[in-house]
């Protein structure tokens, strides 16, 4: 939990319930100057982002949780009548709310108003009709922590024939408890009026549970030392005791618990000795809702009946032979689609911009402002868009795997093999999609709960070969070696080995820093699985078009700001004499040749030698900054090849023919080798550099992997070509 100061704001007003003895404030009061907050809370694949997109209709958002790879989703309840609407926040799932990482924190920081989170007036917990025990475990929590709540009895519709009694259930934990299907859109309105009712005066649930004596003690210990700023009543507080001796331990990832408050669950964990503390809070919590499975379990054979289907399922799609067959195709499936199937979207996207520009160049008078224009910001716009059609795909095709349940069997499948790199099972999907791009795949890796997961996986991901990757390799591999040397087809050789070659450094840099640099605990084996479900097509549709839209809005303005400034690079300072009529091929690559970009060039050449690049390379490598296909337009630039006759041919004779002064050819086997491994290797893509600050939000990892893939590329294209020398090649 916050340090005191931070608390302060947020728990002012529970601080001064707290004076009061175990009164609430009232909702107006919490919330000053804002209407009601009521916060979606439950297990994973409950139905809570089904239900809040129903209650919210298409009001709702996306933002971030400060400083967590992980997004908020607020929206607005409309309850009608005195023209009081509701402030809904769609949570990520947890199944308790003990945290060990940051992301878990989300939860219990949202719950009770901590770390700058305004503290809700009413949570709305949903939980799985189907699965009433183990969802109620965190309604048990909540409870105890005295958060007042009303209870969402979800997928009532998949226990139909005989579901469990909803006023059971209010009985026990003293909460209101409405029963919902959010598929099939039944009961909104009475959950509508519930919250309406309720946000008003809200409920406070009670629980009378007996942890055993010395556990009591233990708590008030813990208690004792809870910073004043957090005190309330002295349930909530023993709920929050409770919170802390499970949460806090020495490994825990939690940010800014209060010092003492650490100290003291620490001491009280030495002091227990043998005595196992979360057993014992556990084993209390689930004996006491073992006490009431009649009432609650009355739907157990209804439940254990969609069980044993999803296990027949299973039977075949985890099944050694079988399961990995299916899994080879639906995977193939994936890469065909980001492959080919955006590929006319795409074409038609890059041709819409080469026709914008044509017209602008033809409508508008020359000038540095046109050429902005038609370079900077059209250009720049269509290097945004032409990623929205793989984004689509890839979204249309994770949400469709995560909604169904087979993302987790993936997940299950691969977790041996991905957990001995240090990955987690869920990273496979999206390092699958870097063979394609990296921007679509860096956004994918948020089907990871796990910001250290996530931060791995999309530091590895820009390694793999990606198509834009293809067009230098095919240039360079076309020019400078011959198709086959006797029965040796050394062109599809090479091809295949830069493949190889980034598939193993992709793997060995996973291995590396997620022992390093991005260290953390194994995620916990998948115990788990959820049940197969048919996707809900409107769901997909929302998350395609939620991505698309924070890609466009959030990474869109960085692409689009980084061309605009590498298009100035290379056309200033413009060359003092515009050349009359047409300009010529010699003044163009004149002009490139002495602009910023060029003498930039020409400035890293001394860096560039060792590997055997000269200054035109390096403009080139400057230019495919703002897209790696672009290296091959810049080169043709470079060398006065009309964009026009781009078909390589020529461009791919004067790369053959360049000759240093003294005579050598500048572009050797060798050199070719050198350059397609850095090209490899670095990360020379601004949009890969947006998204992933976008993703982690901040400059830091961007940094550290453009940084990291630098090195990497220098000092691997220097072993090549000071290697293949030393070897007389
Ligand atoms: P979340 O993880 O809690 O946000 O859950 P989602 O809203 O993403 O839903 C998980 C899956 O359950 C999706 O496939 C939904 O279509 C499905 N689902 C949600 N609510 C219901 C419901 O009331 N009945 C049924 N049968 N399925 C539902
Ligand atoms: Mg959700």
Known sequence: MRIVQAAMSALGAVDRSGAGGATRPEAGERRAAGRPLVIVVGNPNVGKTTLFNRLAGARGRVGNYPGITVERRPGTLRLGGAGEDVELLDLPGCYSLSARSAEEQIAINAVLGLAGNPAPTLALVVVDAGQLIRNLYLVLQLVELEVPLVIALNMIDEVEDEPPSAAAIARIFGVPVVPTSARQGVGLDALAACLREQVSRPP????????????????????????????????????????ALMSVDEHDELRDVDP???????????????????????????????????????????????????????????????????????????????????????TQVERATGWLQEQMAAHLPEGLLSDLLRE??????????????????????????????????????????????????????PMLSGFACAVPAILATRTMERQRDRLLTMMVIPLMTCSARLPVYTLIIAALFPPAVGWVPVQGLLMVAMYLFSIVVTLAAAAVLGRTVIRGEHAPPILELPPYRLPDPRSTLRMMLERAGVFLREAGTMILVCTVVLWALLSFPRPSMPPAGEPTEAARQHALAESYGGRLGRAIEPALAPLGFDWKIGV????????????????????????????????????????????????????????????????????????????THGWRWPAFMFVYMAALAWAASFLVYQGGRLLGL
């Open 260 to 346: 003492d408050l650490r100290a003291a669950c620490l001491a009280v964990r030495r002091d227990a000795g043998a005595r196992d503390l979360d057993d014992e809070v556990i084993a209390t919590r689930y004996a006491f809702l073992d006490r009431h499975a009649s009432v609650l379990h009355a739907r157990v054979d209804q439940h254990l009946r969609k069980r044993a289907a999803s296990e027949r399922i299973d039977r075949v799609l985890l099944h050694p032979v079988w399961g990995f067959a299916v899994f080879v195709l639906v995977m193939l499936v994936l890469f065909q689609a980001l492959f080919s199937w955006a590929n006319p979207a795409i």
């Open 376 to 429: 900077g910001v059209v250009g720049g716009v269509g290097n945004v868009v032409v990623f929205l059609p793989q984004i689509l795909l890839l979204f249309f095709f994770i949400s469709l795997l995560e909604d169904s349940g087979y993302m987790a069997r993936i997940a299950f499948l691969m977790d041996r093999i991905m957990k001995a790199l240090g990955l987690h099972g869920r990273a496979f999907v």
């Open 620 to 695: 080139g490598i400057i230019g495919a900054f703002a897209a790696r296909e672009v290296f091959v337009s810049t080169l043709g630039l470079v060398y006065g090849v009309g964009e026009q006759d781009d078909e390589a041919i020529p461009l791919r004779q004067r790369i053959h023919e360049e000759r240093r002064p003294d005579g050598r050819p500048v572009y050797t086997p060798l050199v070719g080798l050198s350059l397609m491994v850095f090209f490899a290797l670095a990360c020379q893509c601004m949009s890969t550099l947006a998204v992933t600050r976008r993703e």
């Open 204 to 243: 406070r649930g009670r629980v009378a549970i007996d942890y055993p004596p010395a556990l009591e003690r233990d708590l008030a210990r813990v208690a004792a030392a809870l910073p004043p700023a957090l005190r309330a009543s002295p349930g909530r507080d023993r709920g929050l005791a409770l919170w």
